[in-house]
C-alpha cells in the first residue's frame, strides 16, 4: 500500500525514484507500507553532549 501525495502521475516504470525535495521524506514502515511524509518531522533524537559521553572538560591544565 502506498501513501500518495497529491501531484500529477509521471508514469515512472518502477526502476525509477521520483526526486524528493529536500521537505519530503520517504520512509517504508514494517508492514510495507510507504510514507511520504511532508515538512520538517521532528524526531526523537537525542544529541549527545560530548561531555556527558567521556566526562567534563572543567578541569583544564592550569
Do not use: F, Q, W
Amino acid at each position: 500500500m502506498v501513501c500518495v501525495v497529491s501531484g500529477p502521475a509521471n508514469g515512472l516504470d518502477g526502476t525509477e525514484r521520483p526526486r524528493l525535495t529536500s521537505d519530503h521524506r520517504l520512509r517504508r514502515s514494517a508492514g510495507g507500507v510507504i510514507l511520504i511524509l511532508r515538512g520538517p518531522k521532528r524526531t526523537g533524537r537525542r544529541v549527545i553532549n560530548p561531555s556527558e559521553r567521556y566526562g567534563s572538560c572543567e578541569t583544564g591544565p592550569d
